[in-house]
């Protein structure tokens, strides 16, 4: 069963950092691209951005919203996928979801349950 | 950037009605659109992905039809599982957009 299961969310004042963990089970992790995807309280779905595979040397993708603050990695070793989010403003404040994205028939197939990020003083 | 507009924002319906949503993009995406249906508190759901192909174990009353600029996503025959929010999702080009969603409410 494909599980992703985020960790690493909370309070954090503006200007601040936070990392953001997902653990990945039950899929051969390293074969996949892996996007991040954001929600706002009460607001609908955003992109944040996405790392390939190894095979497509670990590029990434970014939403402008975010480009230049937040960098997405990834340990094919651990299955494990990260957020590293810096400069953090109140408008970054959304649960973020872990997804995983199906190359070979282009779609996000399967979603973490999230969790929350609050940017506030 | 490419815009993802839906239609309505809120609809009203009854159990046993036929409900279309659309989505429009602001330039072509051939059919590279997903539809997601998410609940409250849950993660968005995959519907439809290629516009009209529906995913696995998604009732055959959910329908995607489309393509360029133009797409549906249409419920036959509402269920009472079926009152949620839907996002078109374009991932033609970078960066990947969504629509803002559609909220169905019981009527």
């Known amino acids: 069963e494909v599980q992703l299961v985020e960790s690493g969310g909370g309070l954090v004042q503006p200007g601040g950092s936070l990392r953001l963990s997902c653990a990945a089970s039950g899929f051969t992790f390293s074969d996949h691209y892996m996007d991040w995807v954001r929600q706002a309280p009460g607001k609908g779905l955003e992109w944040v951005g996405r790392?390939?595979?190894?095979?497509?040397?670990?590029?990434?993708e970014y939403a402008a919203s975010v480009k230049g603050r937040f960098s997405i990695s990834r340990d094919d070793s651990t299955n494990s996928l990260y957020l590293q989010m810096n400069s953090l403003k109140t408008d970054d404040t959304a649960v973020y979801f872990c997804?995983?994205?199906?190359?070979?028939?282009?779609?996000?197939?399967?979603w973490g349950q999230g969790t929350l990020v609050t940017v506030s003083s | 950037d490419i815009q993802m507009t839906q239609s309505p924002s809120t609809l009203s319906a009854s159990v046993g009605d036929r409900v279309t949503i659309t989505c429009r993009a602001s330039q072509s995406i051939s059919t590279w659109l997903a539809w997601y249906q998410q609940k409250p508190g849950k993660a968005p759901k995959v519907l439809i992905y290629m516009a009209s192909t529906l995913q696995g174990g998604v009732p055959s009353r959910f329908s995607g039809s489309g393509s360029g600029t133009e797409f549906t996503l249409t419920i036959s025959s509402l269920q009472p599982d079926d009152f949620a929010t839907y996002y078109c999702h374009q991932y033609e080009s970078y960066p990947l957009t969504f629509g803002g969603g559609t909220k169905v409410e019981i009527k």
């Open positions: 997804t995983r994205w199906d190359v070979r028939v282009s779609k996000i197939d399967y």
């Open positions: 790392i390939r595979n190894k095979a497509n040397s670990y590029s990434t």
